[in-house]
């Protein structure tokens, strides 16, 4: 069965370094999205990818955030300067449609900045 | 804009017992609405959802949910519980608007299956 990967599974950084989390979706879909959970915390929506553009991006998604589809298979996540407070478990997901569609997750990155 | 509540962080209950997880949901708009589970060190794995057709939904591992709008409310059943639903079930909600494809998750419930 088709499945949403994620590399690296755990990514360790000190504070102010960039980052890139790496993503492949499944190969039909055509919706990419970011989410993140703090520990303890729920699960919270970044940004959604349509059409090689961002579709929407939450209050989250800052100017330190940038996502991108480089090659056509992978869709990456890129945190310019990494605060503490980005630590957290990121997910990547994708669906064949919009809204009512089953987004499927991968595994997530764990960040740990330091 | 939408939003999720899931009550009780924590549910227990025995093997073979009835498990039952709540979730109210605030939508402006119709809602669809979603049921993930999440086993430790994996992914967001989908239950079941609802997107405007039938208001209850049967999903995967025997879960089932119903849609009850008067209630704003979308409840996760299973009759019987076996050891390996434990884990954390997060309910989520989308809008039907055109172009709004992100899911609000809530806090999420962790249930433990005792034998």
């Known amino acids: 069965e088709p499945e949403v990967t994620q590399t690296p599974s755990h990514q360790v950084t000190q504070m102010g370094q960039e980052v890139i989390l790496r993503c492949v979706p499944i190969?039909?879909?055509?919706?990419f999205y970011w989410y993140r959970q703090i520990l303890g915390q729920k699960v919270e929506f970044l940004v959604s990818f349509y059409n090689n553009e961002i579709s929407e991006k939450s209050e989250i998604f800052d100017d330190q955030f940038s996502v991108e589809r480089p090659d056509g298979s992978n869709f990456t996540l890129k945190i310019r300067s990494t605060k503490l407070e980005d630590s957290a478990m990121y997910f990547c997901?994708?669906?064949?449609?919009?809204?009512?569609?089953?987004?499927?997750f991968g595994p997530g990155t764990r960040l740990t900045v330091t | 804009a939408q939003s999720v509540t899931q009550l009780g962080s924590h549910v227990s209950v025995s093997e073979g017992a009835l498990v039952l997880l709540r979730c109210n949901y605030s939508?402006?708009?119709?809602?669809?609405l979603f049921w993930y589970v999440q086993y430790p060190n994996q992914g967001l794995q989908l239950l079941l959802k609802?997107?405007?057709?039938?208001?209850l939904v049967k999903g995967i591992n025997g879960f089932e949910a119903e849609f009850k709008k008067s209630e704003t409310s979308f409840h996760l059943t299973k009759p019987s519980a076996h050891m390996s639903d434990a884990a954390e079930y997060f309910c989520a909600v989308s809008s039907s608007l055109t172009g709004a494809n992100n899911l609000f998750f809530g806090t999420g419930t962790r249930l433990t299956v005792i034998p």
């Open positions: 997901a994708s669906s064949v449609g919009p809204s009512s569609y089953e987004q499927y």
């Open positions: 190969s039909n879909h055509l919706y």
């Open positions: 609802y997107t405007s057709a039938a208001t």
């Open positions: 939508s402006s708009v119709p809602p669809y």
